[in-house]
């Protein structure tokens, strides 16, 4: 395999548009002050104005500096003066049969990314990216295939969230009676890339995010997902204090390394290990392993048996994930019925296995299948083009 297994690689460095106005969508409290007194707000006033530009911006979703009403005329001149506040911008908008909503969201320097909302009877999930791409070349996974771009800045995270809540018309109305349904109840980082390789962004959005006086969504209602990055995981219980999820979807090195490479860097022992220490860990906070199941390779009862075994002493539950199929992908997916054998061994040993319904399948929106469509059409522009021999 060519692509490098983790990120011992430069990132190509971001291009950003140079503009004078700071974009005020994720900068963190701290930062968001600094960047107030900078622009002139008196020391005496920044905490007051702070907590009132953040409330405009996160709990009530406005974007324009004229309509913060309780804020002066003259202060709301400066805040046009210094700052925006500005989105990644929906390229389009895709809606499944089951009611999957997939936006393809362009950021700055022209890239792109895929977000997706996934609506259920009980809860609202956001699957938000964090790169453009992946490094890590999983081989049942669609990102996996298109190479790392670029990190996503700390904005463009927080910046997913608050485009889906404007497409599903979810900010709250002044004067309104409060609603307590909330259509994102949840958010995943599961979608474009590895969280644990852009931890920094990913840490400030999710403060944002988590901020009660904003958006407000519980620690607990967010998952972030990783291949194994150890030397990062118990920062996550430490920094950000969300919930954990791991792309395991093997039970020995030898097919993991296939599957996730990631493990040839830190093998199943090595990562096991780094999650038995994870700061925490309860079985009200339990771990999440995903298990993609694909026919023939990781699917046997044996497999199962093996499961059970590398999870003892953890507080733990296995989400099974049938396989999403894509064009060219290499795999296919479990039978149903070996997918509820292998079920049936984790549940019997104690551990909640929830089998992950496919969703949007239809608009390619499903697990391990988001990749930008630009990127797919530049690969067939460029088959195209050396077929008619022009490059």
Request: proline share 5%; charged share 25%; glycine share 8%.
């Amino acid at each position: 395999m060519t692509a490098p297994i983790t990120q011992d690689v430069l990132t190509i460095p971001r291009k950003l548009p140079e503009q004078a106005k700071t974009n005020i969508v994720g900068l963190t409290r701290d930062a968001l002050r600094a960047a107030l007194i900078a622009a002139g707000t008196p020391e005496k006033q920044a905490k007051m104005r702070l907590g009132q530009v953040w409330q405009w911006v996160y709990h009530w979703g406005v974007r324009d500096f004229a309509l913060m009403t309780n804020l002066a005329k003259d202060y709301r001149a400066l805040l046009a003066e210094h700052f925006v506040i500005e989105l990644p911008e929906v390229v389009t908008r895709q809606i499944s049969e089951d009611g999957t909503r997939k936006y393809l969201v362009r950021i700055a320097g022209g890239h792109e990314v895929e977000v997706v909302y996934i609506p259920e009877t009980d809860r609202g999930t956001l699957c938000i990216s964090s790169q453009v791409g992946c490094t890590l070349t999983c081989s049942f996974c669609h990102t996996g295939t298109q190479k790392l771009v670029r990190n996503l800045t700390a904005g463009e995270i927080v910046g997913q969230v608050m485009l889906a809540r404007d497409d599903l018309d979810e900010w709250p109305v002044q004067g309104a009676p409060k609603e307590e349904v909330r259509l994102i109840s949840n958010i995943v980082l599961m979608g474009m890339g590895e969280p644990l390789y852009n931890f920094e962004n990913v840490r400030d959005a999710m403060k944002v995010v988590m901020d009660g006086e904003g958006i407000a969504l519980g620690r607990r209602r967010i998952t972030l997902s990783t291949s194994g990055v150890v030397p990062e995981i118990a920062r996550t219980a430490i920094e950000i204090g969300c919930l954990l999820a791991v792309s395991f979807h093997a039970t020995t090195d030898e097919v993991r390394d296939q599957l996730v490479p990631i493990n040839k860097r830190w093998n199943i022992a090595t990562l096991l290990e780094a999650l038995k220490a994870y700061p925490g860990l309860s079985n009200s906070e339990r771990i999440t392993f995903e298990y993609v199941m694909l026919d023939g390779v990781n699917d046997t009862k044996e497999d199962a048996h093996r499961l059970v075994k590398l999870l003892e002493g953890i507080p733990a539950k296995v989400n099974l994930i049938p396989f999403n199929e894509w064009p060219g992908a290499p795999y296919k997916r479990s039978s149903g019925n070996r997918i509820h054998a292998f079920a049936d061994i984790i549940y019997h040993a104690g551990y909640a296995t929830p089998i992950r319904t496919p969703r949007g399948e239809d608009i390619m929106a499903a697990c391990g299948q988001l990749k930008s469509a630009t990127e797919r059409a530049r690969k067939s522009k460029a088959e195209i083009a050396a077929e008619a021999g022009l490059t």
